[in-house]
């Protein structure tokens, strides 16, 4: 396995122009974007959103923007790279970044817009921003590493965010019953990659009610059953993968938490109707 250093991963980009000039993305897994000062308007699918000093956006690989600068602005990007994705490398926060930048992007209610949504969070983030440029200016003693830690609290921060922006995947329980279906999801979201949380007594447990109450409130509600929602998170998941990294099939299944290879290579055809593998490679002659 390949030792790689934090910046084949992560890669920061600070400027200041009147004129946005588009470049080429596909190197990149996501970015984040900061609007350290100014002001314009972003256009990204036919949609305008108007950006001003200390907002910030996430943008997926596929996603590329047209801005139209009204006052000159300074833009700090944080890039990560698709060896954030590769299986070959060894980088100890990867794995989080990972798991924080995938909750992100796969939100069921994502849309591009302004990702901080709480006062609170937007001055901790641009503390953060502020200490990461600090760090990799000066490169004193130890700055990879507190700049991997200072990331991974703002992708910590960010994914709150958007959790609390979309009141459907809010974690802390709510006395309405109206919003009990809401809090299921978010928990099965949010513990998504450990299997102990995600057994059905367990998480009745979490929610103080019955598996059957469980079973039958959450069949009532969506009309699915609990496991098998919880089989399609995890596909998506390693649609994701499948079409994004070099991981194994082998790898993914056990990054998720099938029981093997085959156990996954086996849910997958059932429900996509392809094998992983086929999947994989319809994705690679489309291209």
Same mark, same amino acid.
């Given at each position: 396995?390949?030792?790689?250093?934090?910046?084949?991963?992560?890669?920061?980009?600070?400027?200041?122009?009147?004129?946005?000039?588009?470049?080429?993305?596909? $190197?990149?897994?996501?970015?984040?974007?900061?609007?350290?000062?100014?002001?314009?308007?972003?256009?990204?699918?036919?949609?305008?959103?108007?950006?001003?000093? *200390?907002?910030?956006?996430?943008?997926?690989?596929?996603?590329?923007?047209?801005?139209?600068?009204?006052?000159?602005?300074?833009?700090?990007?944080?890039?990560?790279?698709?060896?954030?994705?590769?299986?070959?490398?060894?980088?100890?926060?990867?794995?989080?970044?990972?798991?924080?930048?995938?909750?992100?992007?796969?939100?069921?209610?994502?849309?591009?817009?302004?990702?901080?949504?709480?006062?609170?969070?937007?001055?901790?983030?641009?503390?953060?921003?502020?200490?990461?440029?600090?760090?990799? &200016?000066?490169?004193?003693? #130890?700055?990879?590493?507190?700049?991997? &830690?200072?990331?991974?609290?703002?992708?910590?921060?960010?994914?709150?965010?958007?959790?609390?922006?979309?009141?459907?995947?809010?974690?802390?329980?709510?006395?309405?019953?109206? &919003?009990?279906?809401?809090?299921?999801? !978010?928990?099965?979201?949010?513990?998504?990659?450990?299997?102990?949380?995600?057994?059905?007594?367990?998480?009745?447990?979490?929610?103080?009610?019955?598996?059957?109450?469980?079973?039958?409130?959450?069949?009532?509600?969506?009309? &699915?059953?609990?496991?098998?929602?919880?089989?399609? #998170?995890?596909?998506?998941? !390693?649609?994701? *993968?499948?079409?994004?990294?070099?991981?194994?099939?082998?790898?993914? !299944?056990?990054?998720?938490?099938?029981? $093997?290879?085959?156990?996954?290579?086996?849910?997958?055809?059932?429900?996509?109707?392809?094998?992983?593998?086929?999947?994989? $490679?319809?994705?690679?002659?489309?291209?």
């Amino acid at each position: 396995m390949t030792q790689l250093n934090l910046q084949d991963i992560f890669l920061i980009q600070r400027f200041t122009t009147s004129r946005w000039d588009s470049q080429p993305k596909q $190197d990149f897994y996501f970015e984040i974007i900061f609007i350290e000062d100014g002001s314009g308007k972003i256009l990204l699918n036919g949609k305008t959103h108007t950006y001003k000093a *200390r907002d910030l956006f996430v943008l997926s690989k596929d996603e590329v923007l047209d801005v139209k600068i009204h006052e000159t602005t300074t833009f700090v990007i944080y890039k990560f790279t698709q060896l954030l994705l590769s299986s070959k490398i060894s980088f100890p926060d990867r794995q989080y970044w990972l798991r924080r930048s995938e909750f992100v992007l796969n939100h069921p209610k994502r849309v591009f817009k302004d990702a901080m949504n709480n006062t609170e969070d937007r001055d901790l983030i641009w503390r953060i921003v502020f200490f990461i440029r600090k760090e990799n &200016n000066n490169k004193e003693q #130890y700055y990879l590493h507190i700049i991997a &830690n200072m990331v991974s609290t703002a992708l910590s921060v960010i994914a709150r965010n958007i959790t609390e922006a979309n009141p459907e995947s809010k974690i802390i329980r709510a006395p309405a019953k109206s &919003n009990r279906i809401e809090e299921i999801y !978010a928990y099965i979201r949010y513990n998504i990659y450990d299997s102990r949380l995600l057994k059905i007594s367990t998480i009745a447990k979490h929610f103080k009610i019955t598996s059957s109450t469980l079973s039958n409130y959450f069949k009532k509600e969506t009309g &699915n059953s609990l496991h098998n929602y919880i089989l399609l #998170y995890k596909l998506g998941i !390693a649609k994701d *993968r499948l079409g994004n990294s070099n991981f194994t099939v082998s790898q993914i !299944a056990n990054q998720l938490g099938f029981t $093997d290879e085959s156990h996954l290579t086996r849910i997958f055809k059932k429900y996509c109707e392809k094998t992983p593998k086929q999947y994989k $490679d319809s994705l690679t002659a489309d291209k």
